[in-house]
């Protein structure tokens, strides 16, 4: 069963424009990671924000996370047409960092040129 | 320094086949982790090796077996083949520190197609 669950499932904007994504989740957590998966190909880890954290920024990415809520949100600043993928929210809920990621059904991301 | 490799990159099998996917890390890592990624789907966890044994186990039958060995690559058995069979396999790679998080590479897939 899937933990996360992404908003929106689609999303398309123009070069240039932000992307936001958000994630919601279920269980107690200890770290959150987002994923990008371009055509059905390999994942790529974005980032990875741990359960005692806010936010977090890589390059022109921007990762909040709120525990009280169960959601977390990857904003991609100035988007690019390279950045069309999906994207996937994954959380490590065991006892531990266990490395099981749940993932969510993800959000397809369309960036116009 | 290659990342994650798997082979084969496709594969058609019939109903009741079996099918063996492999998987070798990143080099270094020492933690291997199988999902199973139908279309249009997030990827689901199948199961995760560490110094040759499954660790974790997810939500999948006994159908669904696998191997790790000591040069730390690993391999995922499916017996008796279902048409749900058909997804996208991906293993990923990490190396285990006890209380930390596992930053996970993924290899590109083995597209498997059961008919």
């Known amino acids: 069963s899937q933990q996360g669950e992404e908003d929106p499932q689609a999303l398309s904007i123009q070069e240039g424009e932000n992307a936001t994504m958000n994630c919601s989740y279920k269980t107690s957590i200890n770290n959150l990671q987002w994923y990008r998966q371009n055509s059905g190909r390999g994942l790529v880890h974005l980032i990875l924000i741990r359960s005692n954290e806010r936010e977090k920024h890589s390059g022109r990415l921007r990762v909040t996370l709120d525990t009280s809520k169960k959601s977390s949100s990857l904003l991609i600043t100035a988007s690019r047409a390279a950045d069309t993928a999906s994207y996937f929210c994954?959380?490590?809920?065991?006892?531990?960092?266990?490395?099981?990621?749940?993932f969510g059904q993800g959000t397809t991301l369309q960036v116009k040129p | 320094d290659a990342g994650v490799t798997q082979s084969p990159t496709h594969l058609i099998k019939t109903r009741g086949q079996q099918v063996t996917l492999r998987c070798s890390p990143k080099s270094g890592h020492d933690t291997v982790s199988w999902y199973q990624q139908a279309l249009g789907q997030g990827p689901q966890f199948i199961f995760q090796y560490y110094e040759e044994e499954e660790r974790q186990r997810g939500n999948f039958p006994d159908r669904f077996s696998g191997h790790q060995f000591p040069n730390y690559s690993s391999e995922l058995n499916v017996n008796a083949l279902l048409l749900g069979d058909s997804a996208l396999y991906l293993c990923?790679?990490?190396?285990?520190?006890?209380?930390?998080?596992?930053?996970?590479?993924f290899g590109p897939g083995t597209r498997l197609t059961v008919l």
């Open positions: 994954a959380t490590d809920a065991g006892s531990g960092n266990t490395g099981k990621l749940i």
């Open positions: 990923a790679s990490s190396l285990f520190v006890a209380s930390q998080p596992n930053e996970q590479f």
